[in-house]
């Protein structure tokens, strides 16, 4: 790890950073620069920096600690290495469902990208009832290139375990293995949860669960397939009409590419139950068409680009088949791992905390029993998925 003592960036030394970096001095117009502080999230800085001619600039900045805990809570900047890693190799094959991305300042663990104020987060839109017809399909396609041109089937063998082992993101990894993959199932103290879903959350911790848990932790942590996003819920996709962008990937590393199939698809399970208690019909019915709309596209996307298949020896259409089934079953199960976490997990969502207590209930006692019936049950199909959702 390089060093944890490094500037932290503020609104009025953004301009003078901006004009000391030449391959962004250009880009914007320092004398006239607005600069504000937007990040959301848990863990980073972002400044939104626009000059009086309507260009702008986006500038990320990892901080050394979790920004939602603070500096008590050490954690490794080098988050942005993976992050800025994902963008470069990322944009060789699916640049349009990414911001440009513009470097990366290694000292100071700060990345520069387009501004895409213009988007706004999905997540937001979906929990606003918005729909966005092109999103899922978009990501559907952004994961089938990068999935097909990171892997065994786009690289060559040995080229390919260099790759792997130079991007290893351990500390994110761990988040992921802990938050998502093991404590619904096992308990932890900093799981929370609403009162009133205390029997449903111990209604996760059963063998059969916990057991089914395992396996896709096993899965995570073993199948490096791909150069994955990592982190791919909706709150990390941004979209405007005919626009859609994949954005903080600072999870990504080489994992199993269903994982990165999964997390847009809990998203649609958390949707339809915020759907269904608000009377949303419409919008309910039409989040449930995304898991297929997702799948289809990854699905069609990729047989698309299989015909470059590095070496077709082995890899044939029949083998294709298979792995195409064992990926859309995969995600099934790693969507209800990320659903789980979301109601009783350490890191919940909005789209159901905004919720009044008893909608919030019965919404999340529904996506409860949507996880048990996806990890116990493994429908087969993003169209079962979405069948079960329904169901419940
Ligand atoms: P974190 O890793 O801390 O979650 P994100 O990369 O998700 O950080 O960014 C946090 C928020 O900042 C996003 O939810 C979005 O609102 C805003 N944001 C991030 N990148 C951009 C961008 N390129 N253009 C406009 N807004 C952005
Ligand atoms: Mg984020
Ligand atoms: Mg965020
Ligand atoms: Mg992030």
Request: hydrophobic share 45%; aromatic share 10%; glycine share 6%.
């Amino acid at each position: 790890h390089r060093s944890t003592t490094y500037e932290l960036l503020e609104p009025e030394k953004v301009a003078a950073y901006i004009d000391a970096r030449p391959e962004l001095a250009d880009r914007v117009d320092t004398s006239s620069l607005d600069v504000t502080e937007v990040g959301d999230g848990n863990l980073n800085l972002v400044f939104v920096c626009q000059d009086g001619g309507g260009r702008g600039i986006v500038l990320k900045q990892a901080l050394p600690y979790v920004r939602l805990v603070g500096p008590s809570w050490p954690f490794t900047p080098e988050r942005a290495v993976a992050e800025a890693r994902a963008y470069a190799v990322h944009g060789r094959f699916a640049a349009e469902y990414l911001p440009a991305f513009y470097g990366f300042d290694a000292e100071r663990y700060i990345l520069a990208m387009e501004d895409l104020t213009d988007h706004r987060v999905w997540r937001g839109a979906l929990t606003d009832g918005e729909r966005h017809d092109s999103a899922a399909g978009d990501v559907g396609r952004y994961v089938a290139r990068v999935a097909f041109h990171t892997s065994l089937f786009g690289v060559e063998a040995k080229e390919l375990k260099w790759l792997t082992a130079a991007a290893i993101n351990p500390d994110l990894c761990e988040i992921t293995e802990d938050l998502v993959l093991t404590e619904p199932f096992s308990g932890a103290d900093r799981n929370w949860f609403q009162d009133e879903l205390a029997d449903a959350a111990a209604s996760l911790q059963t063998p059969e669960l916990k057991a089914a848990a395992g396996e896709l932790k096993y899965a995570f942590m073993t199948r490096a397939e791909a150069l994955l996003h990592g982190d791919l819920h909706t709150g990390s996709v941004m979209v405007k009409d005919g626009s859609t962008r994949a954005f903080d990937s600072e999870f990504a590393f080489y994992g199993p590419i269903a994982f990165d199939l999964a997390l847009p698809w809990s998203n649609f399970i958390v949707t339809m139950a915020r759907d269904a208690v608000l009377g949303r019909e419409e919008h309910g019915a039409w989040a449930a068409t995304l898991f297929e709309q997702l799948w289809d596209a990854f699905e069609a996307e990729f047989r698309a680009l299989w015909p470059g298949v590095v070496d077709p020896r082995v890899f044939n259409e029949p083998f294709l088949e298979r792995w195409l089934a064992q990926t859309q079953r995969d995600a099934a199960a790693f969507a209800a791992t990320e659903a789980a976490r979301r109601i009783v997990g350490l890191a919940h969502v909005p789209d159901l905390e905004t919720l009044d207590v008893e909608p919030r209930a019965v919404a999340g006692r529904a996506v409860i029993e949507t996880v048990k019936r996806l990890l116990l049950d493994r429908p087969e199909t993003a169209g079962e998925v979405s069948a079960i959702a329904r169901e419940e």
